[in-house]
Each structure stands twice: as structure tokens, then as C-alpha cells.
């Protein structure tokens, strides 16, 4: 359950439309190519989880594997890749609400929407989220409901009109490696069920199991809903919310309102977790003086990281407020990317040391973390320069901020 919950956020609510766009009916199979793409990934995380009884994390895998500045960057690109999709689901969170109210979705009105749910979030977080992180489980539950309904609908009203005949050219490959660098948004997050893998009972037999497991139940769901999609929405290319046009098509404005529930539901329940774990990665590495000691200040009265929270609520609004879904959901794949391959590059380092019993130690010496780093290698080449040049401005502003705190930590010592 956490790998799936890991995998199924908020981005398959807004992912069909371009998908479509991109592979028309042949979009279907991108998601099954993204799951492979994915495989040699997520069962390299298995093997360095493994490793580690307790909790883990890219942060301990950089720093046992490469060193220290290593494992700050490692813990850097996922507070980036959190930060960027907290972004994107913002963006599609105003956009569905536009669906209701379209004022929300341009110019002045697009803004407010958007400041006000980070105000609200990051109010959230500085206050105290502990009762916003047990409705979490709640609103799992929901997200759930609401997409298989959807699929269990489409197949009721629509019958064999569900399946593609895919008589139609295939698409060009430019086309084609775009749609798997956007879908790939929907298979990542399961690193966050991969932390505390040390702490399993037998992580060599439970973790891969889990992994797999989960992987299979998520690219059929992904795919059906996919089918469903495609042919209950004759115009889904152009759609900004196209699962809510799914159900307003399938069951009318019952559906949509219906719909809107979940992606409601799916969407804050990610951006709490998002805002949550991430604000604490930044106050963990800033009391490890890889950050400023600014980062690891606490609110006086509700002892939370209220800093680390306001710059993180900053951030993500100028990042919401520039772009929209697709360019943020592409963007925050590639920060993801660079995190898998040092996470695949980390298994020939740290299998020396650490392989003995209680392990999982991949079959075929290094062939799948080597078949993991290539399969990054290609979606980053699928990535457009624009988004290139964003994540590295903001691996820029890491890298200097880790200065800054190893500066401000020689000083004290001193």
C-alpha cells in the first residue's frame, strides 16, 4: 500500500489530456513503457533500502556512498522534486477549481487561488499538522473510491468502445519520448515508501515483492483509466481537466462534482505530505550545517520549522505562478532523475560493504542499476532546456546554500 499510494498522487487527474495529445490513442502503451522504464529504478532502491536498518533516504545513501556534498545534493533533489510537484499539483488543484469557477483560472483570480492554498498550507505547517496528517489516511481511502468508479463506470456505459483500434499512424518519436518524460510524473514518489525499508522484517523478500507488486496494480489502473478517458472525451487533447470532463461525460455534473472530490481529496492530502516532509529535510540538513542555520530556526510557540516553511511556501509560489501542469510536472521529473541515478550508481559502491544475510541483492551483477542510470539518461534527454536550465539554477542556489552553512559552522567552531 505505501508503494502504490507512493505512485498514485494527484498527477494522473491532469496527465490523460497530454498524454493524448502527444501519442493519441497509442498512449495507453507509453504507461506500460514507463513502468519498465521505472523497473530496474525502483528495484535498485530495493537492494540499497535493504541495506539500512532504520530509516534510510537518498540523503544516507549519497553520504555512505560519495561523501558528504554527495548526500546533500541527494537530499537537495528530493526537497526539489517535492517542492516542484507540490508546485504542479497546486497548478492542477486552481485549474480543476476553474473548472467550477473559471475565474480562478486566469490572470488575478489564477493567483489569488493559488497564494491562498499555499497560505493556507503553509498555516497548516507552522501551526501543527497533526491532525491534517492523520485525515491523510481519509482522503487515501477517497482517491481511491473515486478512481475506480471511474473505470468501473467507463466499462459499464461505454462497453467495447473502450478499446482502440489503433488504425490511426504511430506518432513521430520526438512525440512519443515526450509523452514518457510527462507519464513518468505518474510513477515516481515511489521512494517515499523505500525510507524506511531497513525497518521491514525480511526487507530482501517484502521490499522487491512490494515493489513489483505495487508497480503491476498501478500500470493497469493507469491504463484503464487511460481507455476510459480517451473514449469518453472525443476533444481530450485539448482538456486542462481531463478526468473531470471523463465523469461530467460519463455521468454528468453528478460525475463531475463527484470527480472533483477526489481530485480535491488527492490533491491536499499530496500537498500536505509534500509540505511536510520536505520543510523537514531542509531543517534536518540545516542542523547537520549543510544549510544555514536560518533553515533550522523554530517557531517559539509551535515549535515547528517555520522557516523552512516559509521559504519552501515562497518558492512554490513563484514556480506555481510561472507554469503550468505539463512544464511543472516534466520539471520536477528531471530533478527526480538525477535523485534514481545516484540511488543506482549507489548500489556497485555500497554492495561491497553491506552484502551478507537480510539483504536483497539483485541477480546479474550491476546489469539492473546500469539498465536503471540508462533509462534516466534517456527520459533526461527528452527533457526540454527550459526546465534543464530551471532545476539547475535551483541545484545552483543549493550548492551555494550548502556553502553558506558550512561556512556559518567553521565560524562557530572557531
Known amino acids: 500500500m505505501l508503494v502504490v499510494n507512493g505512485f498514485i498522487g494527484a498527477g494522473i487527474f491532469g496527465l490523460p489530456s497530454g498524454a493524448a495529445d502527444l501519442a493519441g490513442e497509442y498512449s495507453v502503451w507509453i504507461y506500460a513503457f514507463c513502468a519498465l522504464l521505472m523497473l530496474p529504478v525502483i528495484l535498485s532502491f530495493a537492494e540499497v533500502g535493504s541495506y539500512f536498518r532504520g530509516t534510510g533516504g537518498p540523503i544516507k545513501y549519497g553520504t555512505q556512498a560519495f561523501g558528504g556534498f554527495v548526500g546533500f545534493q541527494g537530499g537537495w533533489l528530493y526537497y526539489l522534486a517535492r517542492l516542484i510537484s507540490f508546485a504542479a499539483n497546486t497548478v492542477l488543484l486552481s485549474d480543476s477549481i476553474a473548472y467550477f469557477f473559471p475565474l480562478a483560472g486566469e490572470g488575478t483570480g489564477r493567483l489569488f487561488t493559488i497564494l491562498l492554498t499555499i497560505l493556507g498550507l503553509s498555516s497548516v505547517n507552522i501551526l501543527g499538522s497533526s491532525e491534517s496528517i492523520r485525515s491523510m489516511t481519509f482522503f487515501t481511502i477517497i482517491k481511491f473510491g473515486v478512481l475506480i468508479g471511474l473505470v468501473f463506470g467507463g466499462f459499464v456505459l461505454l462497453g467495447d468502445t473502450m478499446v482502440p483500434t489503433f488504425d490511426s499512424a504511430l506518432p513521430e518519436a ?44 498501478v500500470v493497469i489502473l493507469y491504463m484503464l483509466i487511460q481507455l ?34 477526489g481530485v480535491a481529496t488527492s490533491v491536499i492530502a499530496n500537498l500536505i505530505s509534500s509540505m511536510f516532509s520536505a ?18 530556526k523554530v517557531h517559539n510557540r509551535f515549535l515547528t520549522p517555520a522557516n523552512s516553511v516559509l521559504f519552501f511556501g515562497i518558492a512554490a509560489f513563484i514556480l506555481a505562478a510561472m507554469g503550468s501542469f505539463r512544464f511543472l510536472a516534466a520539471m520536477t521529473v528531471l530533478s527526480r532523475l538525477f535523485l534514481f541515478i545516484m540511488t543506482c550508481a549507489a548500489v556497485p559502491a ?63 567552531t572557531e
Open 174 to 217: 520526438g512525440n512519443l519520448g515526450a509523452a514518457a518524460l510527462l507519464l513518468i510524473y505518474a510513477f515516481v514518489g515511489f521512494e517515499g515508501a523505500i525510507v524506511p525499508a531497513g525497518e521491514a522484517k525480511k526487507p530482501e523478500r517484502d521490499m522487491p515483492m512490494g515493489l513489483i507488486l505495487g508497480l503491476v496494480v
Open 228 to 261: 476510459v478517458a480517451m473514449a469518453a472525451v472525443p476533444n481530450l487533447a485539448e482538456s486542462t481537466t481531463p478526468l473531470l470532463d471523463t465523469a461530467s461525460n460519463l455521468f454528468g455534473e453528478f460525475g463531475a462534482y463527484f470527480l472533483m472530490v
Open 350 to 412: 555500497l554492495r561491497p560493504k553491506f552484502r551478507g544475510q537480510g539483504r536483497f541483492i539483485l541477480k546479474g551483477g550491476y546489469l539492473i542499476p546500469i539498465l536503471g542510470i540508462l533509462s534516466c539518461l534517456w527520459l533526461m534527454m527528452q527533457v526540454s532546456w527550459e526546465s534543464v536550465w530551471m532545476t539547475g539554477i535551483f541545484v545552483f542556489i543549493g550548492t551555494g546554500l550548502y556553502w553558506i552553512g558550512k561556512r556559518q559552522a567553521d565560524n562557530s
Open 279 to 296: 520543510t523537514r529535510v531542509t531543517y534536518a540538513l540545516s542542523l547537520e550545517n549543510s544549510l544555514p542555520a536560518w533553515f533550522g
